[in-house]
């Protein structure tokens, strides 16, 4: 499914990330962790297109997209629900939902609005109101559900669980995990990595924005190292 | 005059401020330019709207050919001088904006002369009344245009997926962008609907002067900025409410205020005055 070969961001002149090689398969979940500025963020924005590629490949589903614009991958299946939500707070939700599959056909829209709610049903509450007056929570749940209007074949979600209570990010991740199991691919990073863990097939660690560890989730809880640098602090 | 009528007459100038000033709200909103030349597609509305009636000899015709043209016009501005200049600061698209609108004066002077230009037969002069005040039938027709116009984009933009884009791409160009909508296309329509909208202005204001002079879109133009700040900028609706208050305070500015303030000063005197109270306008834009 998505394929990164010797991937090197950042901004400027400045890496934010350094040849990271990593697959994700169709059906599976991989967590990016790391300390904060450990490029994570960085990562998902070069593949969705938003921050520019210095070196390496971006092959998703056998095609080199590395130079695509961010239109052209939206149409190819991947899609970004990033950090911070970026919702359109003066949109309403319905609106919101409507922008998510704007690279579907119109006819794609009720059917696609009908999926998003039946997996968060508070949103179907909530079609007509703005959602920068919604909660946190309903935000974040909008934020995934807007991401799921385009018919991804690849959902890049940043920081699910920041700011939330646990019961909201409980829904959240029992929504991920029933996307995975209906073949979303699922590239997350997360800083609660007990919930990365959890429901991640695979982990890779970054520092500094180079890979220093990768590896099943299994292996990564019996490592401890890992355990103790981010179960110890965080889990 | 009684109040009724100084308001109805205050109506209708706020109807045309409106008109240019919605466009110029339009363009910051989307791109954070103010784009002064604006001024210079009213006038050049005016001109294109008054020639073309007196060659064909209808009015109609010659407003919907003008509305539509104007509008391609603003497109084909927006992609030789503003596209060239987005990743550049923001106070770089001004000066050119500020440029562009001199010389945009200056051809028209050179095109058209210095002097005025008149309709051979002016159309929509007869008189009729509204609400027991006499209006001349150019007046009723602004309203009606304004009414249609700002209704019609309100409908674009609340009711049609592309407005729905628009309003996103407005908010977070970037997402926007991340959901397929391509922001080129956005930026073309909206150039098409503020040049449109100034362009029938300009025919208006055409009409109900009965001249068209190379530096009639001067006073507009501080008009329309005085305007889209009280109304907060980017902030359509705001933007309708400033122009309609400050078309009915000129009008009673001009009974009460006359001795001591042009008309033509009334709006910046109304925008220090507000902006002292509010600075940020009176319609916050988030």
């Keep these: 499914m998505l394929r990164l070969d010797r991937l090197t961001c950042g901004y400027g002149p400045f890496h934010a990330v350094t040849e990271l090689s990593l697959e994700v398969p169709a059906g599976n979940v991989l967590a990016l962790i790391g300390a904060n500025g450990a490029g994570k963020s960085s990562t998902l924005m070069a593949i969705a297109g938003h921050v520019a590629v210095m070196g390496g490949r971006i092959i998703f589903n056998d095609t080199d997209i590395t130079t695509e614009p961010v239109r052209t991958r939206v149409r190819l299946g991947i899609t970004l629900a990033p950090e911070g939500r970026r919702l359109f707070p003066d949109l309403t939700v319905a609106e919101n939902l409507t922008v998510g599959g704007y690279s579907q056909p119109r006819t794609a829209e009720a059917r696609n609005i009908e999926r998003v709610v039946t997996l968060f049903p508070r949103l179907g509450d909530r079609l007509g109101q703005l959602a920068g007056s919604m909660s946190g929570g309903e935000q974040q749940m909008l934020a995934i559900g807007r991401a799921l209007m385009a018919e991804p074949r690849l959902l890049l979600i940043d920081e699910v669980s920041l700011g939330l209570m646990p019961a909201v990010i409980d829904v959240c991740y029992a929504a991920l995990g029933q996307l995975r199991d209906e073949g979303l691919a699922i590239l997350l990073v997360e800083q609660s990595t007990q919930r990365a863990f959890d429901i991640a097939d695979s982990v890779c660690v970054l520092e500094s924005g180079r890979a220093v560890w990768r590896g099943t989730s299994a292996a990564a809880r019996k490592d401890p190292a890992l355990v103790e640098a981010y179960l110890g602090l965080t889990g | ?286």
Excluded at chain 2, 24 to 52: E, M, P, Q
């Design chain 2, 1 to 286: 005059m009684n109040y009724s009528d100084l308001l109805v007459q205050g109506l209708v100038e706020g109807c045309i401020y409106a008109l240019i000033a919605v466009g110029l709200t339009l363009v910051y909103g989307l791109l954070r330019i103010l784009h002064i030349a604006h001024a210079g597609i009213f006038t050049l509305g005016a001109y294109i709207g008054l020639l073309l009636t007196n060659e064909t000899g209808s009015f109609a015709a010659a407003f919907v050919i003008t509305v539509v043209v104007v509008g391609f016009f603003g497109m084909a501005f927006y992609r030789l001088f503003y596209e060239p200049l987005l990743d550049k600061p923001p106070h770089v698209a001004l000066i050119a904006s500020i440029g562009l609108f001199i010389a945009m004066e200056e051809i028209y002077r050179m095109v058209f002369g210095a002097t005025s230009l008149s309709f051979l037969a002016p159309p929509l002069k007869d008189t009729v009344t509204v609400a027991g005040v006499r209006l001349e039938e150019g007046r009723v027709v602004v309203v009606v245009l304004a009414v249609v116009l700002i209704g019609g984009l309100a409908v674009l933009a609340g009711r049609t997926r592309i407005g729905i884009a628009w309003r996103a791409t407005v908010s977070d160009a970037a997402m926007a962008e991340s959901f397929g909508i391509d922001l080129a296309r956005v930026r073309y329509v909206n150039f098409f609907v503020a040049s449109a909208m100034a362009a029938a202005a300009g025919i208006m204001v055409a009409l109900l002067l009965n001249q068209v002079i190379p530096t009639m879109g001067g006073v507009p133009a501080y008009k329309a900025l005085a305007i889209i700040v009280l109304g907060g900028l980017g902030n359509v609706r705001g933007t309708l409410i400033a122009a309609l208050a400050l078309g009915v305070i000129e009008s009673f500015g001009t009974i009460y205020l006359d001795r001591v303030l042009d008309r033509d000063a009334i709006a910046f005197a109304f925008l220090i005055a507000v902006l002292m109270i509010r600075p940020q306008g009176l319609f916050i834009r988030r």
